[in-house]
């Protein structure tokens, strides 16, 4: 694909930080990063596909190392009442 001024235009990509081997939990990890202004762009295709893919996963956006610690014991916590 390109636009009228010739240049290429590149395909939006995005790969989460953590997935689990089943696929049934991703956490994506972001501080707080102004500079990555796609960012946000991104996530919310990422979510549309995973709703369009009818997913039935848990995700997590954790901005912080005690939010990754409780991502962490949700998932473990849903391991063990079978819900994943």
Request: charged fraction near 25%; include cysteine.
């Amino acid at each position: 694909m390109a636009d009228r001024s010739g240049s290429v235009v590149l395909p939006i990509t995005y790969t989460p930080d953590f997935v689990g081997r089943d696929h049934r939990w991703i956490i994506e990890t972001k501080g707080y990063l102004p500079s990555h202004h796609d960012f946000p762009m991104r996530w919310k295709l990422f979510l549309r596909h995973l709703v369009g893919q009818d997913s039935n996963c848990i995700v997590f956006l954790a901005k912080n190392s005690g939010q990754v610690d409780q991502a962490i014991q949700e998932i473990l916590k849903s391991i063990k009442d079978g819900d994943i």
